[in-house]
């Protein structure tokens, strides 16, 4: 290889220096030392080299190669430089390729494009045309349709010299546009139906052209013009304001206050900042606040409570006509064994003692019986141990006839005293059944004997209760009861009304494993139908099936009949009311009232069963109709994570009594903002609980009596209606309180003043001895000699005793 070979795969030279001068302003330079450095040139493989790679005598190859490079290497590297060439025009040919397809379809897209704006001239022109061509049809028709005019007497020609006429020229002939342009602008105003059909609407050639535009609307035309008839007339006449009847609830948001009074909601924020109130449109007043602020943008106030939403039940009275005769039902009670279910048994002449536990009645049942003499009777047998004493007592409140069973050979025992005082407390009557008669030991006389000592005198000693002697085991006497019975229901002349919402009260629930929450319903009035949606305590759900006694499914239940429900959300508690509403809505609504305003629920955690016991049996007594406490759960041992859990679950808190909560859960409940509560001694968890319960209590509205005042005169004053010209002769009298009018000492009318007036002056308050005029709000049938007596209600905390 030569030395020129050699060269020309290297750097022809090194870098070479030199001297730069920079010049500066102010006559300043500088010489700098640069250096060049030369580009690195590979020279390309001539014609004989490529040849030489494709097959040539190795003499050929070698004076190609560089110095120290062997021959396999370098067609290795010319292989690989012809691959990357082919790579890379393959790569340019590509982006050529994917460069014309995007404009390919950059070219479809626009044709697209200018395809539909032609499509959508085309149509415009075409509705265009096809109006200009009904308008000149209607132009036709009117005047072939109008009276021809008078003739005119023709002027006279204008004389024309020969010369003129002959160059006289026809004038150009109007194009077909022209002369439509100039017919639309020459035609009468009542002519232009089509122009001001389309008056106001922008086309798309009206948005190209340089005049294009909406014009204002004929609504807002006409506001400007009344804005300028008033401005002529001397200004702008005030609005009359109109007065609504503001709901006002115990707690209101700003904003919902604002849009039932129809008022802007920065003038209320600006009435609330007025009197002293920070609040922003979705902050909550109270109802006191809210009153104040609605008097003073002058509407009336209409007070509600959140226990409105139970106004939806059905409480109306029920005329005479419509009442029909309905069954009995009857209540059997007793001590524990002295054989009421087995009397019950042999009336229905079933087995039901078998299904029980031990022989002991554990839940109450309902059943109904036809005796032989065609009557319908509705049995409820309750249980007779202590262990459930509540149920019993829930069983009387349902019953209209208690049969007493005292066994012939055990007289009369504690839990017969407690049947007489739960019967005693329903005021309803007692038959008493003194049974196992057919026992040799039997006494009957005993029975009536010891009865006398609780106030139950039986017809046999001259009294007023009757009395029977049975049988379970031989059937005797069972006759002379159930005519007893029926005797007993036609003295108290027992009826409901059918064609009503059904109410009735649940017997027994439970919760079956197949079927979801079941309650055992007797229906004290109406109608129960499949599809009813009800309210039941704290629950609420819809009539999915109806069970009776016999285990068939019916479609309805009338009064006295007892029947097994199903289809509800939870399991209710036995002894709660049910009752029909009209919507899903009202149900749902009514029982998160309930849940959220007439329970306290506890979870209690002890140190050892005994005090658990005795807690939960103190907790128990707390409460009222309004208000009761329910123990979610109580055991023995220290606070767990589940607890926590189950008590956030059902928003209760958590008592330890002399028990800690771990560690998990004091930061679940931390987390979950559970309350946790420790006491060591159950005085103050009781005291505790009976406070917390009784802020739950509505509170008690008392009347204070303020004053009277005597009608002397009446005057009718225009604006205003009738007013009472009085003279207060006891007390005072008050703008702000409530009035009664009384007429011969009977009150006539009940509600608030509209006005009180001293003289000419609006007040707040009159003397004994002076003059001053009453107006009633919403009432004027005011006499001479009528008396009008004032007072205040006030409200006042409970307590649970």
């Not at 009904?134 to 005119?152: H, I, K, L, S, Y």
């Not at 001895?769 to 001479?784: L, V």
């Amino acid at each position: 290889m030569s030395d020129n070979d050699k060269s020309s795969l290297g750097l022809r030279g090194g870098a070479r220096s030199g001297h730069v001068k920079q010049s500066f302003s102010h006559g300043r330079t500088k010489s700098v030392v640069v250096e060049t450095k030369r580009k690195r040139v590979v020279a390309k493989p001539s014609a004989g080299a490529k040849t030489g790679t494709a097959g040539d005598s190795p003499g050929a190859s070698a004076s190609q190669r560089p110095a120290g490079v062997s021959e396999a290497e370098f067609e290795r590297r010319m292989r690989a430089l012809a691959a990357a060439k082919a790579n890379e025009a393959d790569e340019t040919r590509r982006r050529a390729d994917d460069e014309r397809q995007r404009e390919e379809e950059r070219e479809r897209r626009r044709a697209e494009i200018e395809a539909k704006e032609r499509e959508e001239r085309a149509r415009e022109e075409a509705a265009r045309q096809k109006a200009e061509e009904d308008e000149r049809a209607r132009q036709v028709v009117e005047t072939r349709a109008r009276p021809p005019a008078a003739a005119e007497p023709e002027a006279p020609a204008a004389q024309v010299p020969p010369s003129e006429k002959s160059l006289a020229r026809p004038a150009p002939r109007k194009t077909e546009r022209e002369t439509e342009a100039e017919a639309r602008r020459e035609k009468p105003a009542k002519g232009g139906e089509v122009d001001r059909r389309r008056a106001g609407k922008l086309t798309l050639n009206q948005a190209l052209s340089e005049d294009g535009g909406r014009q204002r609307s004929i609504a807002a035309m006409r506001r400007k013009q009344e804005r300028a008839r008033q401005k002529a007339l001397g200004g702008h006449q005030a609005r009359e304001k109109v007065m609504r009847d503001v709901q006002v609830p115990e707690t209101i948001v700003v904003s919902e206050l604002a849009n039932r009074m129809a008022e802007r909601v920065a003038d209320v924020v600006k009435a609330l900042m007025q009197s002293g109130i920070m609040a922003t449109q979705n902050q909550s007043i109270d109802a006191d606040t809210a009153e104040l602020i609605v008097e003073e943008f002058g509407h009336r106030v209409v007070r509600v409570s959140d226990a409105d939403v139970e106004d939806v039940i059905d409480t109306v009275d029920d005329r005479p006509e419509n009442l029909r005769s309905r069954p009995p039902v009857v209540t059997i009670m007793g001590h524990v064994d002295h054989g009421k279910t087995s009397l019950l048994d042999a009336i229905r002449k079933t087995n039901v003692v078998s299904g029980e536990a031990g022989g002991i009645t554990q839940h109450i049942g309902a059943y109904q019986v036809t005796t032989e003499g065609g009557a319908l009777l509705t049995f409820l047998d309750t249980p007779g141990h202590a262990a459930f004493t509540s149920m019993r007592a829930r069983g009387a409140q349902v019953t209209d006839i208690v049969v007493l069973v005292v066994a012939a050979d055990d007289a009369v025992m504690p839990q017969t005293v407690e049947a007489i005082n739960h019967a005693k407390a329903a005021g309803v009557p007692m038959i008493i059944a003194i049974n196992k008669c057919d026992k040799p030991g039997a006494n009957p006389q005993k029975v009536r004997t010891d009865l006398l000592q609780h106030e139950v005198v039986v017809e046999a000693m001259s009294g007023d209760v009757q009395d029977v002697e049975v049988s379970a085991i031989t059937g005797q006497g069972l006759d002379d009861l159930l005519e007893a019975i029926a005797l007993q229901a036609e003295v108290l002349e027992l009826k409901s009304n059918p064609g009503r919402a059904a109410s009735g009260a649940v017997i027994e629930a439970k919760l079956d494993v197949g079927r979801g929450p079941v309650a055992t319903v007797l229906v004290q009035n109406g109608t129960l139908h499949r599809g009813d949606i009800f309210v039941v305590g704290e629950q609420w759900g819809k009539v999915r099936a109806l069970i009776n006694d016999k285990g068939e499914r019916v479609e309805e239940a009338g009064a006295s009949v007892p029947v097994e429900v199903l289809g509800l959300n939870a399991t209710p508690e036995a002894g709660d009311t049910l009752n029909v509403v009209e919507t899903e809505a009202q149900a749902r609504e009514i029982s998160r009232y309930r849940q959220e305003k007439t329970k306290e629920k506890l979870v209690i955690k002890a140190d050892v069963q005994g005090s658990a016991e005795a807690i939960v049996q103190a907790l128990e007594k707390i409460g009222n109709d309004e208000v009761r406490v329910r123990v979610l759960h109580y055991g023995v041992g220290a606070i767990t994570e589940s607890d926590v859990g189950l008590a956030e679950a059902s928003n209760a808190p958590v008592i330890g009594f002399n028990v800690r909560a771990n560690a998990s859960a004091r930061q679940a409940a931390n987390q979950k903002g559970v309350e946790v509560r420790y006491y060591s001694v159950i005085y103050d968890l009781v005291d505790d609980v009976k406070a917390a319960a009784s802020g739950l209590l509505k509170a008690e509205v008392r009347e204070r009596f303020i004053g009277y005042a005597e009608i002397r005169q009446v005057f009718k004053v225009s604006g205003v209606g009738k007013v009472a010209g009085c003279v207060v002769t006891e007390g005072a009298a008050r703008r702000s309180a409530g009035v009664r009018l009384l007429r011969d000492n009977v009150v006539v009318h009940e509600g608030t003043l509209k006005t009180l007036k001293r003289f000419k002056d609006e007040v707040k308050e009159v003397n004994m001895g002076q003059e001053c005029g009453m107006a009633f709000e919403n009432y004027e049938d005011i006499r001479e000699g009528d008396v009008i007596e004032i007072f205040e209600r006030e409200e006042v905390e409970r307590a649970l005793a």
